[in-house]
């Protein structure tokens, strides 16, 4: 009886264990299970509801605006228009061989350059849909949507683009925009396939505060990226998009249309600037070239435009060329402060000079005493030669960078050259021999190896014309509510006596000299003509024209330069006048219109003390 006793108790208490043991695993399963619901809807809520959306829903961009550029009176230089684009879905891509093949006759493109486009829009791991090609024209459209049964993962959306109103006229400062390239991508992950980003000019130094942010919409999709109905296709903005920030340029585009005018079909460049502030008002490069080809494919006759004999992409502005006689200031200026001539110095001047079996020209051969003013005017080299005799290369290059040559002028450009103000140091490191003194007679005239930029002409004599307080230059006036202040000028210290025979120099060149085309009556010009020679043999010299006006207090400096133009003063001298009669007239009218509006006010504002006044007042 006590046996079976205790086997009984022995099975309850087994029996016992077991549904313990049971309950604790169900328990424990029911925990685990709860465990991972909350995780699935509580801690991972958020990705899933972002799958579930991604999934029925198609995202597609909403393109920011670029930040609108103006000249420095509110005219248009840069603005956007509304268009279409053809974009792929890169998770709806499926079987690319064929789908380039039905987009060949569509874009009127190769196989393989759609191929690889779609193959990579494939392999990038993109949401967003990727631009194919943009700014498509209405044949395209129609072409697409005729076929787009038969094109999963193709769409056409609305887009923008941008646009230049002044076309060639403003090119080589504004630069262009273009889609972000491969390399671009990698330097800045912030940006994403199919962007497009500045690529040149102001565009590319301001890309950051002109791009804007873009926006995003959703459409509700089926699994096979198709809309419901036309109600669900209706897009609902997620994100909108945020436009890119205002820019007022200092260009003032009345001058830039007469600099451009007055260059004509001349290979040159012509810049001007405001000596006190630096401003740039006007940035001219011919050949020129139309940036709005750029938001479009780029077709092989365009190609070959852009890419002919006469480079229009190439900015002569920037670019460094043997200045010739505009650069005997600087010559005049390092002789004085050498000691190697004084204000009172005449020199004899001739047809030119012998030196080591070598004979140094002068562009005239008529002989006479001169002072140095005169000297300058006439522009003779034989008596340049004479200061060449007795400086050193590092002394006229030392005083050449002083006043901007041979360095950046300011301006917020890519690809801006720095041109050359050689030394013995630099020929002996490229040439590997020493410098002789016929080369420093080529110096002292601005000939051979010497090269200077357009904007650092017209940097140069802002400089000179400033007695000593060198701009730097710029182009940003205001971006978005933000004024820009101007750069910091930088001060060279001449002497007063020394200068003051050069600036009477560069007045006797318009006055007396070489430079009267550019004589404007009751306002003084000062400057200086250069002839620089130039390869290949036997073709004419680059034409100069620098100059600053009024002489004695300037508002604007100019720089003109024609590449194989022959005599400065000829040709050159005559651009610079125009842009000089535009600048002064336009000065004259804004004063007009001041003085006429201050009249009114005035008038407004007295108090008539009887009843004829009164009357005479009405």
Known sequence: MAIETKKELFSIDNGYRKMIAVLFLVIFSMSLLMARLFWLQVTQQDFYKGQAVENSTRVTFLRAPR??????????????????????????????????????????????????????????????????????????????????????????????????????????????????????????????????????????????????????????????????????????????????????????????????????????????????????????????????????????????????????????????????????????????????????????????????????????????????????????????????????????????????????????????????????????????????PGNTLHMSIGQTFCQVTPAQAARIFSGIGMKGKVPNLHFAIKIGQRQIPPPRQETVKVKPEYLDVVLKGLKAVVASGTGGATRLGKIEVAGKTGSAEAPPAGSKTHAWFACYAPADNPRIAICAFVEHGGHGGSTAAPIARAVLEKFFAIRTASATQITTKKSTISKRNEKPKNASQKRLNQ
């Open 67 to 436: 930040g609108i550029i103006y000249d420095r009176h509110g005219n248009l230089l840069a603005t956007n228009k509304q268009t279409l684009s053809m974009v792929a879905i890169p998770r709806q891509l499926d079987d690319i061989d064929s789908l380039a093949v039905r987009l060949m006759p569509i874009l009127g493109l190769d196989f393989e350059k759609i191929r690889e486009r779609l193959e990579q829009i494939g392999e990038s791991d993109s949401v967003l849909p990727v631009v194919i090609e943009r700014d498509l024209d209405l044949n395209t459209v129609s072409r697409f949507f005729e076929r787009k049964l038969f094109l999963p993962g193709i769409e056409i959306l609305p887009d923008i683009s941008r646009s230049y109103p002044q076309a060639e006229l403003a090119a080589h400062v504004l630069g262009y925009t273009g889609q972000i390239t491969e390399g671009q991508l990698k330097r800045r992950p912030e940006r994403r396939m199919g962007d497009v980003v500045g690529q040149d000019g102001i565009e590319k130094i301001y890309d950051v505060q002109l791009r804007g942010v873009d926006g995003e919409q959703r459409v509700r999709v089926n699994a096979s990226g198709q809309t419901f109905s036309a109600e669900t296709a209706k897009p609902v903005i997620t994100a909108r998009p945020q436009a890119g920030m205002p820019m007022i340029l200092s260009i003032d585009l009345d001058l830039q249309k007469a600099a451009y005018d007055a260059l004509g079909t001349r290979s040159g460049a012509v810049v001007a600037c405001d000596p006190q502030t630096g401003e740039v008002l006007c940035l001219v490069s011919r050949p020129s070239f139309d940036p709005n080809v750029f938001t479009k494919r780029i077709t092989p006759a365009v190609w070959k435009r852009l890419n002919a004999p006469d480079h229009p992409l190439y900015n002569r502005a920037l670019s460094g060329f043997p200045p010739g006689s505009i650069w005997k200031a600087i010559t005049l200026i390092a002789a004085l402060e050498s000691k190697v001539v004084k204000p009172d110095t005449k020199l004899h001047v001739s047809g030119g000079i012998s030196l080591g079996g070598f004979f140094f020209g002068d562009w005239t051969s008529s002989s006479g005493l001169f002072d140095l003013v005169k000297c300058l005017a006439w522009s003779r080299d034989s008596a340049f030669y004479q200061m060449g005799l007795k400086l050193t290369p590092e002394q006229i290059k030392d005083w050449g960078v002083k006043f901007g040559a041979g360095r950046p002028t300011g301006v917020e450009l890519p690809h801006e050259g720095m041109g050359l103000v050689p030394d013995s140091a630099w020929k002996e490191r490229v040439y590997h021999e020493k410098w002789y």
